[in-house]
């Protein structure tokens, strides 16, 4: 049985896969969720801030910038913890803090 993020496409990321082997059921929704905004609202971002860090917050408001660390901290002030979504631009991995794993 393969996880589909939304009905528009199956799991073809390796990292989406690896994420969804020991996931809890809560985990999964959260990733459909994180990926349904990265795919909303930041993947047009991927032509000109590729390698850039992304935190979308539920109503799609962009936290952007080049290191991780000030990007995550700024999203928690501005959205809460667990309320967004923390992505890497153009790359095949899901940064997920919130479940305690980063993935390559």
């Known amino acids: ?4 993020p939304s009905a528009q496409r199956p799991v073809e990321n390796l990292a989406e ?3 969804l082997r020991n ?3 809560a985990q999964i929704k959260l990733l459909q969720r994180d990926i349904a905004l990265y795919e909303k609202y930041a993947k047009q971002l991927e032509r000109e801030h ?3 860090y992304v935190a979308i917050g539920l109503d799609g408001t962009l ?3 080049a ?3 000030r990007v995550l901290s700024q999203a928690a002030e501005k959205f809460g913890a667990g309320n967004f979504a923390l992505r890497k631009i153009g790359y ?3 940064v997920k803090r919130r479940m305690g794993f980063v993935l390559h």
């Open 67 to 69: 290191n991780h660390a």
């Open 1 to 4: 049985m393969r996880y589909t």
């Open 92 to 94: 095949d991995y899901v």
């Open 50 to 52: 590729t390698g850039e």
């Open 23 to 25: 996931a809890t059921p």
């Open 63 to 65: 936290v952007l910038g």
């Open 17 to 19: 896969r690896l994420a």
